[in-house]
């Protein structure tokens, strides 16, 4: 069978691609942002990429085309199935049907840190023997890729609250009826689709009602807004992490991890910061309900290498280095900017951000912006593509901030400022114009000027 895909180097509509190929169909597809890490891991797996929608289809004609939530009427590609009559679906419909079906599916939903606590909690089933399937928003560098069938029964997903396609509006979690659910936190996002917490909190309500009687929930008990979810309805088990709840790590060396009050073992985990305590902490909670005891857990926590573009290291020139992050909320961006300083920087934290997400752009979240950013030394913010004026948003941050449109001359100003210690912080939900490249070159361009 061929399958087509509209938005294929989206995280998910990537993920997808992968496991089409797995079972043995011809898979291409198109999207208008190609870009690594997904474009070279689609295209190692034998998968034909377009850069750009077009009225034209794929000749001869694909068996089925699967329609990503970035695409809209008016599109293109899309008005051209519409007309072909070619039969047509959505990617979180495909994976409940073709990969799904008779699977304990373990989804891991959330505002924040979905990707990192999907990426653990498969390894550890890997590292136990499991060998499950999983489909993750990000590449764990354990595994290489961000999708897999697997051999065994269990399959690992990230539960996302974004709407379906743009002929389903529901949130895509609703479609993967798991047997384990982590809900791990709950705050404002996707301002493009949500116009409150209210609606966002609605559509948790309405993935926790497909939970079956024999589901296990794991929630954050410090999330008030996931307290308001289950308030409205719960009817499968219920399971607590965080402080106050069943299954606790403690702020504190050693991360002693602790059940109903008892020391079950200390989490060693070459992650920093309390956020990434606890995504490790929700994901051990959820492999025991699949039968991997605390003790195997944290033996696999100590071995995980992490994901791509969570603080990855993209290189160091002349003591300077360049890391990489996909937070784009304020809430994300304080975190991180506090991981990477727990993680014990000497030098200064030099913030590169780029407002790319849909909520960013609107000005949803402005107000929490120069908060986010206070435990940056020095803060360069690119402004493209956004309307609402940065500038005022991040006076609060006086002459730490610089504000640029311009890519190139952002680059360089960060480059110009820098000196060796200096971790060049570059957070974007997107590829950000390969500035990661661009800054990595401009250093050694001034190495070889300086030699």
């Known amino acids: ?143 290489g890729v961000s999708a897999r069938l697997g051999d065994g029964p269990f399959f690992v997903v990230e539960a996302d609250e974004y709407d379906t396609a743009f002929f389903d509006k529901r949130s895509k979690f609703v479609h993967y009826l798991p047997r384990t659910a982590v809900l791990n936190n709950l705050e404002f996002d996707h301002a493009d689709i949500f116009p409150d917490l209210a609606a966002i909190e609605t559509q948790f309500h309405h993935f926790v009602r497909t939970l079956a009687r024999s589901a296990r929930l794991i929630v954050n008990t410090g999330e008030p807004a996931l307290g308001r979810v289950l308030e409205r309805g719960c009817w499968s088990e219920r399971v607590s992490f965080g402080d106050g709840g069943e299954w606790q790590v403690e702020r504190d060396t050693p991360y002693r991890v602790l059940r109903d009050g008892r020391v079950v073992g200390e989490l060693q985990i070459d992650l920093p910061g309390h956020h990434n305590r606890m995504n490790a902490l929700a994901a051990m909670v959820a492999a025991e309900h699949v039968g991997v005891v605390p003790a195997d857990a944290l033996r696999a926590l100590g071995r995980f290498r992490g994901v791509k573009r969570r603080l990855e290291e993209r290189g160091t020139v002349d003591g300077v280095t360049v890391i990489d992050d996909f937070a784009h909320h304020p809430t994300a961006i304080r975190e991180t900017i506090a991981a990477l300083r727990a993680r014990g920087a000497q030098g200064r934290i030099v913030a590169i951000l780029e407002p790319r997400s ?85 250093l050694r361009d001034r190495g070889r000027r300086a030699a």
Request: with cysteine; net charge negative.
């Open 1 to 143: 069978m061929h399958v087509h895909i509209l938005g294929i180097c989206g995280t998910f509509m990537g993920g997808v691609a992968l496991l089409a190929r797995g079972l043995g169909h011809t898979v291409s597809g198109a999207d208008a942002n190609v870009y690594p890490p997904m474009s070279t891991q689609l295209e190692s797996a034998g998968i034909a990429l377009t850069d750009g929608y077009g009225a034209a289809l794929p000749e001869p004609p694909p068996d089925s085309v699967v329609i990503g939530n970035a695409l809209s009427r008016g599109n293109p590609a899309v008005e051209a199935v519409l007309d072909s009559g070619l039969r047509y679906t959505s990617g979180a419909q495909w994976l409940a049907e073709e990969v799904l079906q008779g699977r304990w599916v373990l989804a891991v939903a959330g505002t924040h840190g979905k990707t990192t606590t999907a990426s653990l909690l498969a390894w550890i089933l890997e590292t136990a023997g499991l060998s499950p399937g999983f489909l993750i928003g990000g590449v764990p560098f354990d595994f």
């Open 358 to 442: 849909n909520t960013m752009k609107l000005g949803a979240v402005k107000a929490a912006l120069a908060d986010s950013l206070a435990g940056a030394d020095r803060v360069f913010c690119y402004t493209g593509g956004v309307s609402w004026n940065v500038a005022e948003a991040l006076a609060p941050l006086g002459a730490r901030v610089a504000v640029l449109n311009d890519l190139a001359q952002l680059a360089d100003a960060a480059v110009a400022e820098s000196c060796a210690g200096d971790l060049l912080l570059v957070m974007s939900n997107g590829g950000f114009g390969g500035i990661h490249g661009k800054l990595l070159e401009r």
